[in-house]
T-cell receptor, first 114, second 111 residues
């Protein structure tokens, strides 16, 4: 049962335009959400996060939006740059049997075209 | 001054062999993790240790055994390797409940 879903396996965007990556989740008890970026042959690196008590968090060109009623979050990258080309994972944090655990989506491969 | 390091980066071995992957973090974190990324690109938690105590133990074959000699190290030993064990294994660390920081991954190929 996949609790965190990224339904778009890939996305291509022109340089300078906005990239929007989406993530849906099913567990309403998740209290913290994160986005990770992954380049080939490297580990995921933390990008930005948002608490469930907020609906928006911004860090430079990256903004994460959370819509709790729709159980949906999105990552906006404006303006997109070729160096943003990578796989983006969303992750959600929940408490399972008294222990925190992160559940990851399957990733969306972003390609920013120069 | 790598934050989370793993060795080896690549591991090619025959079915039936036993192998170990090592992980070290210098971030002063108290919690470490092993994840497996399979061919479908799912990143799935396998184990987690907090202050050297096992706190997450997902349903993985008991051929996989983690060992945490101290808070900065978490090793993964795999016995009797099978073809289906081929995957990328990521180590991560964090302060308990906080953002996780990942190592570069170990690409395991079982022939």
């Amino acid at each position: 049962d996949q609790q965190v879903k990224q339904n778009s396996p890939s996305l291509s965007v022109q340089e300078g335009r906005i990239s929007i990556l989406n993530c849906d989740y099913t567990n309403s008890m998740f209290d913290y959400f994160l986005w990770y970026k992954k380049y080939p042959a490297e580990g995921p690196t933390f990008l930005i996060s948002i608490s469930s008590i907020k609906d928006k968090n911004e860090d430079g060109r990256f903004t994460v939006f959370l819509n709790k009623s729709a159980k949906h979050l999105s990552l906006h990258i404006v303006p997109s740059q070729p160096g943003d080309s990578a796989v983006y994972f969303c992750a959600a944090k929940g408490l399972y049997s008294g222990t925190y655990k992160y559940i990851f989506g399957t990733g969306t491969r972003l390609k920013v075209l120069a | 001054d790598t934050a989370v390091s793993q060795t080896p980066k690549y591991l090619v071995t025959q079915m039936g062999n036993d192998k170990s992957i090592k992980c070290e973090q210098n971030l002063g974190h108290d919690t470490m993790y092993w994840y497996k990324q399979d061919s479908k690109k799912f990143l799935k938690i396998m184990f987690s240790y907090n202050n050297k105590e096992l706190i997450i133990n997902e349903t993985v074959p008991n051929r996989f055994s983690p060992k945490s000699p101290d808070k900065a190290h978490l090793n993964l030993h795999i016995n009797s390797l099978e073809l289906g064990d081929s995957a990328v294994y990521f180590c991560a660390s964090s302060r308990y409940g906080e953002t996780q920081y990942f190592g570069p991954g170990t690409r395991l190929l079982v022939l």
